[in-house]
């Protein structure tokens, strides 16, 4: 008698479960496939009654507890730096220009006359003397400890997008550091001497531009003198070959 009775509620329970599960399908609403009732696969189907399928139920799995699935996010990378055009292996590190080295007319007292360019090393600055004890101002890049020179001579050659051919001396230093330079390098962007060259009489130096404007109110070069593209060409255009250049 016990038999029966454990038969018994085991078909009871499978026929609920079937049932519970026809009504849970059965409540789902229909998902139609194509609104177009002229595509040829539904004609073939016959008569006007729109054609209807019940979607399959996606189960997702969510793993939980101990076993759970950690979702690792990758740390942003950080953006590319650029590279000094010198120490090719070296990142350059970008600073904003200081606004006191921005071009700009101040009160300058000197017994030079109109046109001549002076340059105030210590304080990087390059004045270029105007009439009414005025002059024009900008921030420059000196040399670098050891680089330091004074003295005075003329612009003799002018150059726009000039070319860069390291002295041997400077390849040479420079190898010995592990950073090794070209012997020559053509005229542009990426060329350290910038925009603009103007160039000091028989020396090696040059008032230049640079292709690293965060340099300028330092001490970095070789004891060339540098400024920004936009201020060398500005002074570029204001000066002549033979004018007088005063470094201090």
Sequence with gaps: MMKHIVLAAAFCGIFSTAAIADDRYATRPPVILSPDLTAPWINQLGGKV???VYQRPVVQRQQRGLFQRRVL????????????????GIPAIRRPIEPQYLPQMVDYTTTEKPGTIVIDTNNRFLYLVMEGGRARRYGV???KPGF??????KITRK????DWTPPAEMISREAS??????????????????????????TLYRIHGTNAPWSIGSAVSSGCIR????????LYDRV???TRVIVM
């Design 227 to 234: 400024l920004r593209n936009e201020d060398v060409v500005d």
């Design 50 to 52: 729109r054609p209807v």
């Design 240 to 242: 002549n070959v033979g």
């Design 141 to 143: 890049g000196v040399g």
């Design 148 to 153: 330091e020179w004074a003295g005075v001579h």
């Design 73 to 88: 996010r990758q740390a942003p990378q950080a953006a590319p730096q650029t590279v000094s055009a010198i120490n090719p």
């Design 159 to 162: 150059t726009e997008w000039p």
């Design 177 to 202: 550091k592990g950073h090794y330079l070209p012997a020559r390098m053509d005229g542009g962007p990426e060329n350290p001497l910038g925009a603009r060259a103007m160039y000091l009489g028989s």
